[in-house]
């Protein structure tokens, strides 16, 4: 599932389909014009945590842009929630 795309963001993001069966197995994939950068649903945890690395790693992002990859996470985290809600 994709979350954003080039035509209306600086971010293209989705949720890589794996098959997994473990919710903090789900990975979250973030490109940019410099590459990809996959994130496990397990390393979400902490999205204040998360959000320093990422505002590192993609220096030349705006705060616009990083609140808007944010909101990408944090609706993906509510997804995977929500898909893995019945088989805890």
Do not use: P
Request: with cysteine.
């Amino acid at each position: 599932m994709s979350y954003s795309r080039w035509s209306n963001s600086v971010w293209y993001t989705y949720w890589l389909n794996a098959d997994h069966v473990n919710k903090n197995e789900e990975i979250f994939v973030i490109c940019d014009f410099l590459g990809s950068v996959f994130i496990k649903y397990l390393n979400m945890k902490k999205i204040k945590v998360v959000m320093d690395k990422l505002s590192k790693k993609f220096k030349w992002a705006s705060k616009k842009q990083l609140k808007e990859l944010k909101g990408y996470i944090l609706e993906f985290k509510k997804e995977v929630e929500y898909e893995y809600k019945d088989r805890e």
